[in-house]
């Protein structure tokens, strides 16, 4: 059964860092597209950045030079650090991927985390 299970969610107060991990079973994290998301209260899914096959990433610009995401394949984990927090990126977090390894930047997301909270505070 593959799975994608998100930790490292907590409360911190603005200007704080936190690292979000995604455990994947049952898939090989390297050479996939890995995104993250967020949802937060009365407002739509938010898309937050993407590592696509080649390793190549991109970012949402609220998040563009706080938020970095990686993966690493011998642990079979992505990771969301996250730096320079404020009161507005307080959501759950959600990593997403695709099962299947795609050329050319293309990324199909099929699989979902359960969520993990962040909450920063002023």
Same mark, same amino acid.
Do not use: H
């Given at each position: +059964?593959?799975?994608?299970?998100?930790?490292?969610?907590?409360?911190?107060?603005?200007?704080?860092?936190?690292?979000?991990?995604?455990?994947?079973?049952?898939?090989?994290?390297?050479?996939?597209?890995?995104?993250?998301?967020? +949802? @937060?209260?009365?407002?739509?899914?938010?898309?937050?950045?993407?590592?696509?096959?080649?390793?190549?990433?991109?970012? @949402?610009?609220?998040?563009?030079?706080?938020?970095?995401?990686?993966?690493?394949?011998?642990?079979?984990? @992505?990771?969301? +650090?996250?730096?320079?927090?404020?009161?507005?990126?307080?959501?759950?977090?959600?990593?997403?991927?695709?099962?299947?390894?795609?050329?050319?930047? @293309?990324?199909?997301?099929?699989?979902?985390? +359960?969520?993990?909270?962040?909450?920063?505070?002023?």
């Amino acid at each position: +059964q593959v799975q994608l299970v998100e930790s490292g969610g907590g409360s911190v107060q603005a200007g704080g860092s936190l690292k979000l991990s995604c455990a994947a079973s049952g898939l090989t994290t390297s050479n996939k597209c890995m995104a993250w998301f967020r +949802q @937060a209260p009365g407002k739509a899914r938010e898309w937050i950045t993407t590592i696509y096959s080649d390793d190549s990433t991109w970012y @949402a610009d609220s998040v563009k030079g706080r938020f970095t995401i990686s993966r690493d394949s011998a642990k079979n984990t @992505a990771y969301l +650090q996250m730096n320079s927090l404020k009161p507005e990126d307080t959501a759950p977090y959600y990593c997403a991927a695709d099962s299947r390894t795609r050329r050319n930047r @293309a990324c199909e997301i099929n699989l979902w985390g +359960q969520g993990t909270q962040v909450t920063v505070s002023s």
